[in-house]
């Protein structure tokens, strides 16, 4: 999920043209489908419906992070509220 949000970020923001540093097409799995994505080629999936469910996965996943015994106790984070 984690590269299927970089990727889809980084084509956005060359609009939606997919581009590789090394050249190469890429394939990514997510949720039971390969999203491909081809060097120098417009990337034609990349929907609001699809932005927002990464969205959605991306915020569960960082909450699960957070909520993790070993992040949740360490003191490396300090709140800037309290």
Known sequence: ???????VRNC???????I?????????HWKGV???FRHLRPVEFI???LIL???DDLMDSIEEILAHKLVA?????P????
């Open 34 to 36: 390969d999203y491909e």
């Open 79 to 82: 709140d800037r509220l309290a």
């Open 53 to 55: 469910q990464l969205y």
């Open 1 to 7: 999920m984690y590269d299927l949000c970089r990727t």
């Open 12 to 18: 956005v923001h060359s609009n939606a043209i997919y």
């Open 20 to 28: 590789d540093k090394n050249g190469r097409d890429v394939i990514i």
């Open 47 to 49: 929907t609001y419906e």
């Open 73 to 77: 106790v360490a003191d490396i984070f």
